[in-house]
Nanobody, 120 residues
Framework: QVQLVESGGGSVQAGDSLRLSCAAS????????VGWFRQAPGKEREGVSC????????DYADSVKGRFTMSRDNAKNTVYLQMNSLKPEDTAVYYC?????????????WGQGTLVTVSS
């Protein structure tokens, strides 16, 4: 099974940008649907975005549309989440996950998460 490692989290001010990386090993990330989820303290985990295998389509949660962009770099076997115009409500641990489809039960290879903190 593919293994995923996230990086790029940190502490920023509202309005700043961050780029999260999700590096894959043990498999070719382009063969998988890859999603980003986040979980804020005391809240349920929520889906942020997902890109289908072979980069077919990308979907975003309404809360991040127009601010976040997913992309793939197949040469680096890595998926990115570019986050612009960050808001305090974006504060969460962000996880990438891979699987067969952009439907949560089919996304089963989780990374360890990376913390994003946005202060006002």
């Amino acid at each position: 099974q593919v293994q995923l490692v996230e990086s790029g989290g940190g502490s920023v001010q509202a309005g700043d940008s961050l780029r999260l990386s999700c590096a894959a090993s043990g498999g070719t990330i382009d063969d998988y649907a890859v999603g980003w989820f986040r979980q804020a303290p005391g809240k349920e985990r929520e889906g942020v975005s997902c890109i289908t295998s072979s980069g077919g389509t990308t979907d975003y949660a309404d809360s991040v549309k127009g601010r976040f962009t997913m992309s793939r770099d197949n040469a680096k076997n890595t998926v990115y989440l570019q986050m612009n115009s960050l808001k305090p409500e974006d504060t969460a641990v962000y996880y990438c996950v891979a699987g067969g489809l952009c439907i949560e039960p089919f996304l089963d290879a989780w990374g360890q998460g990376t913390l994003v903190t946005v202060s006002s």
